[in-house]
C-alpha cells in the first residue's frame, strides 16, 4: 500500500513538472497537461484493479492479520481461531450501506454549500476548511475505527484502515474524476499547486520511512501528529488567492 502510494505522488509531481516546463497559456501546453492527466489517470486505475486482483485473489494471504500473527507469534491458543459472529446478514448490511451512502451525500452537499458562509463569517481560507476540517470530520467513523483496532494490537488493520482511503482517493477517486471530465467534456487535470503537491509528497515520503520497519512506537506516532500539525498550520495561513493562477481546470 505504500509502495502504491508512492506511485501516486510520483503521479502528482509529473503533471506538476510538465505544467513548470511548458507555457500552459497557450492551447498546445494546455493540451499536453491534460494529456498526461488523462494518460495517467487511466494507468493509475489499471494498476488500482490490479491491487483489487493481487489483495482479493492471487495473494490475499499476504493480507490475513490473523494468519500472519499466527505464523509470527507460534501459538497454539484458542482464541486466535475464534471468529467474531456477524451482527447483520450481507442483504441487511448492503441496504445499510446505501441508506447510509445517501445521507452522507445529502450532508456533504449542505456541508459544501456552508463553505463560503463560514470562510466570510470566520476568516478561514477554503483550503484549510477543505483539506483539514472537512476531512477529520467526514473520516470520523475511520479514525475511531483505526485508534480501537490499533488498541487491540492489529496494527496492520489499522495502517490498512488509515492509508486505504487516501490510497482510495490517490488511485481512484482522482483518475476517475479525470476520466469522467474527459467524457462529458470538462477539461479537468492531475496539475495540484506546488504547495499542495510538495506537502503530499512530504506526507507520502514521512509515513513510508516511519511504517518501514513493521515496528511503532510512541515516538513515531508522536512524529506523525507532530508533521501534520505543521501541516494544518501551514494550510492555515496559506491564502486562497495563493491558489487563483492556476490554470482553468
Known amino acids: 500500500m505504500s ?4 506511485v501516486a505522488t510520483a503521479s502528482l509531481i509529473i503533471p506538476a513538472a510538465l505544467y513548470s516546463t511548458v507555457d500552459v497559456s497557450k492551447e498546445e501546453g494546455f493540451s499536453l497537461v491534460l494529456n498526461l492527466s488523462r494518460g495517467t489517470s487511466v494507468v493509475l486505475l489499471i494498476l488500482y484493479v490490479l491491487y483489487l486482483v493481487f489483495q482479493l485473489h ?6 490475513d492479520a490473523e494468519l500472519q500473527s499466527e505464523d509470527q507469534e507460534n501459538t497454539s491458543q484458542q ?9 447483520l446478514t450481507v442483504i441487511e ?3 445499510v450501506l446505501v441508506a447510509v451512502t445517501l445521507a452522507v451525500a445529502v450532508c456533504a452537499e449542505y ?4 463553505i463560503d458562509s463560514v470562510v466570510g463569517s470566520s476568516g478561514i481560507s477554503k483550503t484549510f476548511i477543505g483539506l483539514i476540517l472537512i476531512p477529520i470530520v467526514g473520516n470520523a467513523a475511520e479514525h475511531v475505527t483505526a485508534v480501537v483496532v490499533a488498541m487491540k494490537n492489529k496494527m496492520d488493520l489499522a495502517i490498512g484502515v488509515a492509508i486505504g482511503s487516501s490510497m482510495q482517493i490517490a488511485l481512484l477517486v482522482t483518475p476517475a474524476l479525470v476520466i469522467l471530465g474527459w467524457i462529458i467534456g470538462q477539461p479537468m487535470s492531475l496539475y495540484f499547486q506546488t504547495f499542495e503537491t510538495v506537502v503530499f509528497f512530504m506526507s507520502v515520503l514521512i509515513t ?3 511504517i518501514q520497519d513493521g515496528k511503532s512506537n510512541y515516538l513515531e506516532g ?3 501528529l507532530g508533521i501534520y500539525t505543521i501541516i494544518g498550520i501551514s494550510f492555515y495561513v496559506y491564502p486562497d488567492s495563493a491558489g487563483n493562477s492556476g490554470p482553468p481546470y
Not at 492471487?58 to 493480507?63: G, K, L, R
Not at 482464541?79 to 451482527?87: K, L, V
Open 93 to 95: 448490511s448492503g441496504v
Open 3 to 6: 509502495s502504491l502510494m508512492a
Open 58 to 63: 492471487t495473494h490475499s494471504d499476504f493480507f
Open 208 to 210: 513510508n520511512y516511519l
Open 111 to 114: 456541508l459544501v454549500g456552508s
Open 222 to 224: 508522536a512524529m506523525l
Open 79 to 87: 482464541d486466535s481461531n475464534e471468529q467474531d459472529t456477524p451482527i
